[in-house]
T-cell receptor, first 110, second 114 residues
């Protein structure tokens, strides 16, 4: 079992709809969680950081964390073509290092 | 505030050579982490430096090493390069070390080993 699992996609969502990206992790001792966006040929860009159970909203982005289910998700509302990218879920593990998932490719179709 | 900078941006080396990559963190950031990104393995943690000390290390051979200077700038060295070392090497900086700190990535150094 991978430490951080994401569906590789591609996930195709129509413009204006909600894109839902999911991530599960195996280390129950993990405390903090990150979502990064990576455009092709570019480096990852931090878009969300969540530490507590529940929802955290920032503009069109909402991160949801459920530590009991070892599940973290990212919702993107009013999806735009510029949201087309690979989204990386990252977990700060109990071994004091950040483990990345392999990423979900998101495509927003006009 | 300037972001994380990495030099060089692109590098071509031959098998058996060694290479040194440099990373300057965001001003005020004291932690620097290094990652290797390849299409097959994704983003993998190499090591983290904080206050000139290596805090943690990933599962990479001893050919991969690093250091951090008193101004928080960091270098990563790979000796005896192998073809499989071809990758995007990313550094990320954060204010501190631990699970409450966000990491911000630099643009990366694209290393090609021939």
């Amino acid at each position: 079992q991978k430490e951080v699992e994401q569906n590789s996609g591609p996930l195709s969502v129509p413009e204006g709809a909600i894109a839902s990206l999911n991530c599960t992790y195996s280390d129950r001792g993990s405390q903090s969680f990150f979502w990064y966006r990576q455009y092709s040929g570019k480096s990852p860009e931090l878009i969300m950081f969540i530490y507590s159970n529940g929802d955290k909203e920032d503009g069109r982005f909402t991160a949801q964390l459920n530590k009991a289910s070892q599940y973290v998700s990212l919702l993107i509302r009013d999806s735009q073509p510029s949201d087309s990218a690979t989204y990386l879920c990252a977990v700060y593990s109990s071994a004091s290092k950040i483990i990345f998932g392999s990423g979900t490719r998101l495509s927003i179709r006009p | 505030k300037a972001g994380v900078t990495q030099t060089p941006r692109y590098l071509i080396k031959t098998r058996g050579q060694q290479v040194t990559l440099s990373c300057s963190p965001i001003s005020g950031h004291r932690s620097v982490s290094w990652y290797q990104q390849t299409p097959g393995q994704g983003l993998q943690f190499l090591f983290e430096y904080f206050s000139e000390t290596q805090r943690n290390k990933g599962n990479f051979p001893g050919r991969f090493s690093g250091r951090q200077f008193s101004n928080s700038r960091s270098e990563m060295n790979v000796s005896t390069l192998e073809l499989g070392d071809s990758a995007l090497y990313l550094c990320a900086s954060s204010l501190g070390t631990g699970d409450l700190y966000e990491q911000y990535f630099g643009p990366g150094t694209r290393l090609t080993v021939t």
